[in-house]
Structure formats: structure tokens, C-alpha cells
């Protein structure tokens, strides 16, 4: 049976009339600043206040020498990064490309490994991270590790 204009008119406002209301409060969940209730917060957030470090280590060398193997890492990880993150970690294989300090783009295969550490722990953990950086420049001959950090909310 075919709906007749008015009812489809009818149909048609109703259907904008919820959406123009629905749309912005669908938004406003999405934003962590805003004043949605309390219920909707709490259902979204979960877990303690952490940092995710995420460090990414290249293994082509500029020196000629071969490129760092899975082997190497691994003791790398295991000697140096360890005994510094004992709670866990996570090693991901990458690859990416970066530009160096002489401007040649460089593709190499990659690892990226992410700490995660509760946010009161971010000044002492600092130290540790950095050594983990300089440690591995160093062995392997590297002009970089590269480091981001983000907030995140963990649940174990």
C-alpha cells in the first residue's frame, strides 16, 4: 500500500526532528570534556590512570655492518629492558621510515615496544626509559629511538 504524501512529510520531519536532537548528545558522549551524566562517564572510563611508552627501535645500521636481528633484540629486551620493566611489555615487528640528520628517507624493519607503567610511577620510570634509549643507540650504532607517550586507563 503506498504511503501517502502528508504521512511521508510527517515521517520525514520526525525522522530530522530526532536526529537534530540525538546527534549533538551522541557527540557529547564522545568527548571526555563534557558534561554528559555521570553514568555514561563512568561506563567509559575504566581502570587506573597510566602512561604508555611506546619506543621504536630501528635495526638497519649506517655503519655497514648488518642490519640488528631478532636474536640481538631479544637479548637486548631481555639484558637491558627486563630488569627495568619486569612487570611486562609488549614487542611488536614493524617497519617504518623515518628521515635522518643527513635528510635520506631510510625504511628499515622495526620493533616497537610498549611499557606500561601507572601514571605515580612516570618520574622514577622516566630514567629507566631513557636508559633503555641511550643504551641501544649505543650497542647498535643507532642515530635514534623514538619515544611517545600517552595517557591511558588500565584494568588488569
Do not use: C
Not at 615496544?113 to 643507532?142: C, H, M, N, V
Amino acid at each position: 500500500m503506498p504511503i501517502s504524501k502528508p504521512r511521508l512529510r510527517a515521517a520525514a520531519v520526525t525522522t530530522a526532528a530526532v536526529l537534530a536532537v540525538g546527534a549533538p548528545t551522541a557527540y557529547a558522549a564522545l568527548d571526555p570534556g563534557s558534561d554528559t551524566s555521570t553514568t555514561a562517564q563512568s561506563a567509559a572510563v575504566r581502570g587506573k590512570p597510566y602512561v604508555g611508552t611506546h619506543l621504536y627501535f630501528g635495526t638497519g645500521r649506517n655503519d655497514g655492518r648488518p642490519d640488528v636481528t631478532e636474536k640481538q633484540f631479544l637479548a637486548f629486551v631481555t639484558r637491558t629492558v627486563t630488569p627495568r620493566f619486569p612487570d611486562g611489555l609488549t614487542i611488536e615487528d614493524a617497519r617504518g621510515q623515518w628521515r635522518n640528520a643527513k635528510g635520506v628517507v631510510i625504511r628499515e624493519r622495526s620493533y616497537e615496544l610498549t611499557l606500561l607503567y601507572p601514571k605515580s610511577q612516570a618520574r622514577t620510570k622516566d630514567s629507566g626509559i631513557e636508559a633503555i634509549r641511550s643504551a641501544y643507540k649505543k650497542e647498535f650504532r643507532q642515530e635514534s629511538v623514538m619515544r611517545a607517550d600517552e595517557a591511558a586507563n588500565v584494568d588488569f
